[in-house]
């Protein structure tokens, strides 16, 4: 369903809600969807980069579900290594560490995904040690299996009437339900009971979506690297 159709149903019902009410409305309702059902499932690829520890995850992850290097599912630490500067460059002296490693980590660390190898004989900074550093090996795919929210629609006058969610089209018509019943709770529109009727369609949309949910994924996105 195209947004301009959503717009036709909200309008029906909010005839004085401007374009852009409407459209902040909606995306506020997608990422409301999301998070809830769990829809949108999205792989991020990235290479990595010797000995670079850290990569920003986009904004509209929800949360990472598993991470793969190469097509292999790797672990999570809980808790991260308790040394956290310790990518290696000409500048700090310290070497490219075991090339040979073949068990890895990641965890997140302030919207970053950290990814780390083991190293038996570990490292040491004054008396702290560790047996995880940065990954030492540049160009493995790094593979970030994702809850996201869908994108949002752009200001951008009216050309986002003719785009479309990327939520699963039969599930379009909830975003309108969402919109539709915050509507009747503001202003001279109040109407409590109309509230609570598309409430309860939007929910039930939302049971519907998490059923449909499951073995579900959208494969695309990329990883936006930062260089520490």
């Known amino acids: 369903m195209k947004n301009k159709q959503l717009v036709e149903i909200i309008s029906q019902h909010h005839p004085d809600m401007t374009h852009a009410e409407i459209q902040l409305k909606i995306n506020l309702a997608q990422d ?10 999205k792989t991020y690829r990235q290479n990595t980069i ?21 097509d292999i599912d790797i672990d999570r630490l809980i808790t991260p290594p308790v040394i956290d500067d310790d990518e290696f460059d000409a500048s700090s002296g310290r070497s490219d560490g075991n ?57 951008d006058g009216v050309a986002w009437l003719t785009d479309t969610s990327e939520i699963p089209t039969q599930f379009h018509e909830a975003l309108a339900y969402k919109v539709i019943g915050d509507g009747y709770l503001l202003g001279s529109n109040l109407k409590p009971d109309l509230s609570q009727l598309f409430a309860g369609r939007y929910m039930a949309e939302v049971k519907e979506a998490k059923k449909y949910a499951k073995g579900k994924f959208v494969t695309n996105g990329v990883i936006k690297p930062q260089d520490f």
């Open 32 to 41: 409301d969807f999301c998070a809830k059902t769990e829809v949108i499932e």
């Open 50 to 70: 010797a000995g670079q520890r850290y990569y920003t995850l986009d904004s509209n992850i929800l949360k990472v579900v598993k991470v793969q290097l190469d």
């Open 99 to 155: 090339k040979g490693s073949t068990k890895f980590a990641w965890y997140i660390s302030n919207g970053r995904i950290g990814v780390v190898e083991y190293i038996p004989e570990g490292i040491t900074v004054g008396e702290v040690k560790t047996k995880w550093q940065s990954i030492s090996t540049k160009d493995k795919e790094l593979r970030v299996f994702t809850i996201s929210k869908a994108y949002s629609f752009p200001r």
